[in-house]
């Protein structure tokens, strides 16, 4: 007891020493010490547990023989070989070696500052306990994150993560210790634990941050075959590097550096897309796509029926995280931007004598600059991630708006027109991804206005109330506005897309505009259309300025209010609380001047939204239209039971009904009818096409579809071919030979490597038809369902075709084919007849000929035909006798064994194999030569915007003269917007003490008078703005439009579609709605720059000698930026392009991509373009940022330098008050810097539209439409008699010869039949006739006078013409007969009559004002034909062409067409272009056509007579295919 009183005795004195030296250490640090070793010693045992575990673990597998753990590592070693590390990893580990050399460098100077100390007493070892806990915890913690690598952790453990968030907890607590003590006394609070805690806090909230989310970044990427697609996507984009971004450091991210190597690149050369890196995996469109289409039908599965999803919604949740972490630098950029204005009036005090604490005026410009550095550095990754984030919504939206396009039925299709579709993708999905630059506006304004209202209250008081009242009335008077604006912009998309869908069927049919010399009539609808858009344009823009202009009133107005509340309530304004107040009113200026753009894009995203949520609910077709069974699971290939099908679910009539039908696998069945029988219908209730009244349809395996109008997609005739599948060389050889096109292919001088124009432009009739043919053959279905495909080749092609093609290539597939050619039944082993949408025969052909009835009126008719020609029956019958073509189509039963195509492919397999080399060589030459091609790579200009393209803007409108104007007033508004602040700073006393130089209602009544007349120039300036933006956009737009309109038709040839809409929509929109405000917006800044630098120069003349080496600095980066910028901008305008075009593309042959199943491939070929134009874009977004982000480093310098100088300046030197205003311009400077540099290379970007519209008014134009001194008579021609001369012609310079010098003379009101294989130049010389094509040597002479000397409506409105693909335009019957109006109503019945359409339209319910759907999909394919002969009998011209007229029609139909041709146009030159012979066997001369020369041209009587002619052979394969057809 004794012992331990005196032990106690003597440890008490030790004890309170100690503890009195630990007092000494702060209370957070002692808490921090303790939790760091409690964490250590918890890891340890953490570690040392698992260890022992190991370690019996191991002694017990031993002792079984078992060793898995190896294995483990074996898996571990594959998972290691494809290992994956994100940067957020990589960040985790700096922050934490970082924070552990902190902590080291803490402990090496607090251990110095011990042994120098120690010698005196005057410290205690106690000074290191917390950098030696912090260091050997920041040492484990370190160590354990890098273990997480080798572990392959995808999460870090959980101690980790506890410990990570507990120590940014004790920092924060430390931080808000040490700030409280620094205001309480200043910097004698200031040490090296204080300075290491502000060191370490970024790094800390990082971790903090990453221990929330607990992912590590790493992942395991073992299969390898995933990136095989990639891999070839990136071989085809000519680029295969990812983007530095994806895996650049933090110092790269944040400087922007990362992408350095693409500008060096940009400096030296023009930018090609092969330059420009992929996206990173994360930024393609597949990954967005697939995230919002997830959330999209979640949302729409959620969503009960009377209800609307909301598309918002579903994006807002696929992108939460993106628009998160650019909310928190949105945030932190605001924050830091509020510091400026707060210690405003601190500075003024202490320029003015007043210091509180040592060093106070450098330590306010260390806090001025440190705040202007994060706000610049905050502020260029928000706009980079809201950019990013815009990218990345539009990819995702523009692939579900195509992916709905190839889905929708065809009710929805008829409600949505290509040229809407088109818009949906070009302007409203465009706007909708723009919105995210306004995203964060909402919840940041409210901050904003809150921050003013706190700084304000400390420098006004409780007139900050009056603040918030006039704030709050600024806001709530944009609400009538908004809804203004809203209706407005819902009117301008409506006339936007009426004008976009007449455009673009303009564009698909200007051969038959200009045949008919209807060009003129629908250019003036189309400046019709654009003056109604113009009408909704003008108000949009007039009350865009109204609210311009109050939104600029808007902080005068709150500022006048405050400042005039103040001096009411007897508060008195001194030159520090007055410069605070402004330049927090210059801050709001900003939110409140943007509101108006808020509102505006709300109300625009609003109706964008809307419009594509309405288009993506559409009805799609129903998945379950036609079941279809695998391959070989069933005999019966085709099964349709109780069938009814209507195109118009509203319709009483149904189109088919009451169909039976069974197919066997392998069988022919052949499908007639008269014209709008519902053959084509059929087909496509079979493929799923045409809703399902009721019924049941099967089909067994997969199917390949020929529509009747082909539809060929642009590219080479080999990959319209191949059409996805992989290249089979001997495959692909006996498909060419199958579909008789080795002979055409040998006439182009590319093969196969033929670049197709649009829509198959540069290819005949038939060339087309059997390019389709080949497709459907090479995708080897089991079902193939043709649609007419012989309609448009000659006899001898037909017989060639059906029988390598059906009987031959076809004979184990199951083919169904719609046909008017009777030669072509006999062959079938079910034959269809179908009348008024049922089918009323069926049967084999000899049994449906003794049954007579409709089936016997088709057959009689084709005999009628053929009897026409017996009074050749004797040339006939010797050439019969060594026809060719019976002997080998008798053989055909005989040789079964090659009739499949697989066979063929084995026999041409071994002479494939020897030509492969030489199959290569051509290629290659086929690309080297590929400028010769006739669809060349759009051009795009190349280095600066040439200053012509400026200058023919600015003087577009009013000769240019309200640009001085514009300046004018921008200039007046900056001189008294600089006037009123300094007069606010000059006339209010310095301090509170301080006496007035003026009376208050002085002082608040020359400022109102200032400010007021600043916002009324800023007024002028908005309406100068918006009238001379319109006036230049019309010009600009009428100018494109009638040089379009009259370019040569080679132009539309090699011109795809998407390049004309993608200008007159996309680029048309800037021109409309961007330009004129980024060319005001240009002038302001300009105005305002040099306002800033006059007030800085003022007051710190000093400071010119860093402005003028920055001023050269930034001209130097700007030009250096702007090389690459400007070509990945027209490369982003370029790439545009074809994804506008897949688009129109895909929808107009979305039936043929439906029924070869390859909706997949075309929608990655949309995601592969789209990502195709998000490089160049993510490029230059970024390009921008890399840019300000210099600026503005640049210019933080600049203002910091000029406070240093104020601050170095004895006391005294220098007017406070001025000092004030200097500062107060100056916290302006980097951000008016980077918004001039910003609006100039936006400007320059956005003027890239206008040179892609200058550069379509360049065009150069065809002759001209009239030439007033060689007018032709009215009543020319008068004869009709035709004359050619040595007739050469060229569809290009470059191209060779088609017609080889023509020469012969069609004599007037005679028949002219104009005959020839596939490809030998007869479409060619009916271009000439009608001048589409100019002659390249010899001439035409119709009547007397040389066509080439006569204006091209002169010549044009004189001739008729019936063309080969039959066209109706949107609109009516009656506009489709008479786009004039020059003809009466009866006179529209009675060519109705003649053309067999009376009965027709007088069934429907609107008669001559029933509908004409795009296209006329609502109209078959013969009555079109129809419509067209109705045309021709309204216009009565002396000379008529009829090519291929009635090639889709049936033999009855073409018999009654050819009587009323004979009846009607007894005295006109009937000029006729045709594969059936009968139609041109009783013409008065026939001219024989072979490879573009005349090979005969004589009456048909003495040709058949010559029994070398080439027509007798014609003639005989025609004949003997008819009469020879039972032998098959």
Avoid at 488 to 501: S, T
Avoid at 806 to 833: E, G, M, N, R, S
Wanted: hydrophobic residues 45%.
């Amino acid at each position: 007891m004794d012992i331990n009183l005196i032990l106690t005795a003597s440890s008490k004195p030790q004890t309170d020493h100690l503890l009195k030296k630990f007092h000494r250490v702060p209370v957070l640090e002692l808490a921090s010490i303790c939790i760091n070793l409690t964490l250590i010693i918890v890891f340890l045992s953490i570690v040392s547990a698992r260890q022992v575990v190991l370690c019996f673990g191991r002694i017990r597998k031993d002792s079984n023989g078992n060793t898995p753990t190896a294995r483990r590592r074996v898996v571990d070693g594959e998972g290691i070989q494809n290992l994956v590390i994100g940067n957020g990893y990589k960040a985790s580990l700096i922050c934490c070696f970082y924070l552990l050399l902190v902590q080291v460098s803490l402990l090496v100077f607090d251990g110095v500052h011990l042994i120098k100390k120690s010698k005196n007493n005057e410290t205690h070892w106690t000074i290191i306990l917390f950098p030696v806990a912090q260091s050997l915890a920041w040492f484990v913690l370190s160590f354990a994150a890098l273990y997480c690598k080798y572990k392959v952790a995808e999460k870090y453990p959980l101690l980790l993560r506890i410990w990570w968030i507990s120590s940014f907890g004790i920092c924060l607590s430390i931080l808000y210790s040490d700030v409280r003590e620094f205001v309480a006394h200043g910097l004698s609070h200031m040490n090296s634990h204080c300075l290491s805690n502000v060191a370490a806090a970024p790094a800390l909230a990082f971790l903090c941050i990453v221990a929330i989310k607990g992912a590590t970044g790493i992942r395991v990427d073992r299969n390898s075959d995933l990136h095989d697609p990639l891999l070839l996507e990136e071989e085809e984009a000519g680029c295969l590097k990812v983007t530095p971004y994806s895996e650049a450091g933090l110092f790269s991210l944040v400087t922007l550096s990362w992408l350095n190597p693409l500008l060096s690149v940009g400096a030296k050369k023009a930018l090609e897309l092969k330059d420009i890196p992929l996206l990173a995996p994360r930024e393609r469109s597949k990954t967005n796509y697939k995230a919002l289409n997830s959330n999209w039908e979640k949302l729409k599965a959620r969503t009960s029926a009377p209800n609307r999803p909301y598309l918002a919604w579903a994006i807002f949740k696929t992108f939460w995280k993106e628009a998160a972490c650019n909310a928190i630098f949105a945030g932190v950029s605001t924050l830091v931007s509020y510091v400026g204005p707060y210690l405003i009036s601190y500075f003024v005090d202490y320029l003015g004598g007043r210091n509180t604490f040592p060093h106070e005026g450098y330590i306010l410009a260390g806090i001025f600059f440190s705040a202007k550095l994060v706000e610049t550095l905050t502020t260029r990754q928000w706009y980079l991630g809201v950019d990013i984030m815009g990218m990345h919504v539009r990819s995702a939206l523009t692939a579900m708006v195509y992916r709905k396009g190839l889905r929708l039925s065809s009710s929805a299709r008829q409600s949505h027109t290509s040229g809407e579709i088109v818009n949906y993708m070009a302007v409203d999905v465009q706007r909708v991804g723009d919105y995210s630059w306004y995203l964060h506006d909402i919840w940041m304004l409210p901050l904003q206005i809150i921050l003013a209202l706190a700084i304000l209250y400390k420098n006004v008081g409780v007139a900050s109330v009056a603040t918030l009242v006039a704030t709050i009335i600024s806001i709530v008077a944009t609400v009538p506005l908004a809804r203004v604006q809203e209706d407005y912009q819902d009117k301008l998309m409506a006339a936007k897309d009426d004008r976009m869908r007449k455009t673009s069927e303009c564009l698909r049919n200007m051969r038959i505009l200009k045949l008919q010399a209807w060009e003129d009539r629908y250019r003036l609808k189309l400046e019709e259309m654009r003056g109604v858009e113009f009408k909704y344009l003008k108000k949009a823009l007039y009350s865009q300025a109204f609210i311009t202009f109050i939104f600029w009133s808007s902080p005068i107005f709150v500022s006048a209010v405050t400042f005039g509340t103040c001096i009411l309530l007897g508060g008195q304004l001194t030159a520090g609380s007055v410069l605070s107040a402004l330049a927090t009113f210059r801050i709001l200026q900003e939110p409140l001047r943007n509101f108006p753009d808020l509102v505006s894009m709300m109300a625009q995203t609003k109706v964008s939204l809307d419009r594509i949520t309405g288009f993506l609910q559409e009805e799609e077709l129903r998945e379950d239209a036609t079941i279809t069974l695998p391959q070989g699971s069933s005999n019966v290939a085709i099964e349709i039971k109780d069938g009814e099908f209507c195109w118009d679910p509203s319709s009483a009539n149904p189109t088919l009904s009451g169909i039976q039908l069974r197919v066997e696998k392998g069988m022919r069945v052949a499908v007639c009818g008269v014209v709008g029988s519902g053959k084509s219908s059929f087909l496509s209730s079979i493929l799923g096409e045409i809703p399902k009244s009721n019924g049941e349809v099967r089909i067994c395996g997969s199917a390949a579809y020929v529509p009747q109008s082909a539809w060929i997609q642009s590219g080479n005739i080999e990959e319209n071919i191949l059409f996805g599948s992989p290249m089979d060389k001997a495959k692909y050889k006996s498909v060419i030979h199958a579909c008789s096109l080795k002979k055409d292919l040998l006439l182009f001088s590319h093969g196969d490597q033929t670049i197709i124009g649009d829509r198959g432009i540069n290819l005949s009739g038939g060339q087309k038809q059997r390019v389709q043919l080949a497709r459907a053959l090479y995708h080897d279905a089991d079902i193939y369902l043709l649609d007419d495909p012989f309609s448009a080749v000659d006899a001898h092609t037909g017989s060639e075709l059906f029988k390598e093609y059906i009987l031959t290539a076809l004979a184990t597939k199951t083919v169904v084919y719609v046909t008017h050619q009777v030669d072509f039944l006999p062959a079938a082993d079910l034959i269809l007849v179908l009348k008024e949408g049922r089918i009323v025969q069926a049967g084999i052909y000899e049994e449906l000929l003794q049954a007579g009835t409709d089936f016997s009126t088709l057959v009689s008719a084709h005999n009628e035909a053929i009897e026409s020609m017996d009074f050749c029956s004797q040339a006939l019958e010797d050439s019969d006798k060594s026809d060719p073509l019976r002997d080998s189509i008798c053989m055909s039963n005989k040789c079964d064994s090659v009739n499949d195509i697989t066979s063929m492919a084995n026999e041409s397999r071994k002479e494939a194999s020897t030509s492969d080399q030489k199959a290569i060589k051509e290629k290659k030459k086929s690309k080297r030569s590929k400028r010769k091609q006739l669809v060349q790579e759009e051009e795009r200009e190349r280095g600066r915007v040439s200053m012509k393209v400026y200058w023919s803007y600015m003087t577009a409108a009013y000769r240019g003269l309200l640009i001085p104007c514009i300046i004018l007033a921008q200039t007046l508004f900056q001189i008294l917007q600089i006037a009123s602040s300094w007069w606010m700073a000059w006339a209010s006393p310095q301090t509170a003490g301080d006496e007035a130089k003026t009376t208050n209602v002085v002082l608040i009544v020359v400022y109102l008078v200032l400010a007021f007349g600043s916002a009324c120039f800023i007024f002028v300036r908005a309406v100068l703005v918006a009238t001379f933006g319109l006036a230049a956009a019309q010009k600009l737009f009428l100018k494109m439009l009638r040089t379009v309109f009259r370019a040569p038709m080679s132009f539309f040839d090699s011109t795809p579609a998407g390049r004309v809409l993608n200008r007159v929509s996309i680029d048309q929109s800037v021109v409309d709605l961007d330009i004129p405000f980024r060319l005001g917006g240009f002038a302001s800044t300009t105005i305002q720059l040099l306002g800033i630098v006059g007030v800085m120069t003022q007051v710190t003349w000093q400071i010119l000698l860093l402005v003028i080496p920055m001023a050269i600095a930034c001209l130097w980066m700007q030009k250096y930026y702007m090389a690459s910028s400007r070509e990945l901008v027209r490369i982003v305008s370029i790439q545009k392009s074809p994804v506008i075009h897949l688009f129109a593309e895909s929808i107009a042959g979305a039936a043929t991509i439906r029924g070869f199943g390859q909706e997949k491939r075309f929608m990655k070929r949309n995601l592969y373009l789209l990502d195709c134009f998000a490089r160049p874009f993510f490029c230059s977004v970024a390009a921008i940022e890399w840019l300000c982000l210099r600026m503005e480093l640049l210019s933080t310098f600049v203002f910091a330098f000029c406070m240093i100088l104020l601050v170095s300046f004895p006391h005294g030197t220098i007017d406070p008050s001025m000092a004030g205003l200097a500062v107060t311009y100056g916290l302006n400077l980097n951000a008016r810097l980077s918004r001039w540099i910003l609006s100039f290379c936006k400007l320059e970007n956005k003027v890239v539209s206008i040179e892609r519209i200058h550069q379509y008014c360049q065009i150069p134009s065809e002759a001209p439409a009239y030439i007033q001194e060689s007018r032709p008579a009215s009543t020319w021609p008068e004869n009709g008699q035709i004359e050619l001369i040595d007739l050469k012609v060229r569809y290009k310079e470059s191209l060779p010869v088609v017609l080889h010098g023509v020469s012969c003379i069609f004599p007037g009101g005679k028949k002219i039949g104009i005959v020839g294989r596939t490809g030998s130049g007869k479409s060619t010389l009916i271009q000439a006739l009608f001048r589409l094509i100019e002659p390249a040597g010899g001439k035409i002479i119709i009547d007397d006078i040389d066509i080439g000397t006569i204006g091209l409506h002169d010549l044009r409105s004189r001739l008729s013409i019936i063309p080969q693909e039959p066209t109706l335009f949107e609109g009516t019957i009656r506009g489709n007969l008479d786009p004039l109006e020059e003809h009466s109503d009866p006179e529209l019945w009675q060519a109705l009559e003649k053309s067999q359409l009376g009965d027709i339209v007088r069934q429907k319910e609107h008669k001559l004002d029933s509908p004409v759907l795009e296209n006329g999909d609502n109209w078959s394919v013969g009555q079109r034909q129809l419509l067209s002969l109705g045309r021709a009998l309204l216009k009565q011209s002396r000379i008529l062409v009829l090519d291929e007229a009635t090639a889709s029609v049936d033999s009855a139909t073409d018999n009654l067409i050819q009587k009323i041709i004979r009846t009607e146009f007894k005295n006109c030159t009937v000029c006729t272009i045709a594969h059936r012979i009968p139609t041109v066997i009783d013409s008065d001369l026939v001219l024989v056509l072979s490879d573009g020369r005349v090979a005969e041209f004589d009456t048909p009587s003495r040709l058949l007579e010559d029994k070398s002619s080439m027509f007798l052979k014609l003639v005989s394969e025609y004949s003997s295919r008819s009469s020879g057809i039972p032998d098959f």
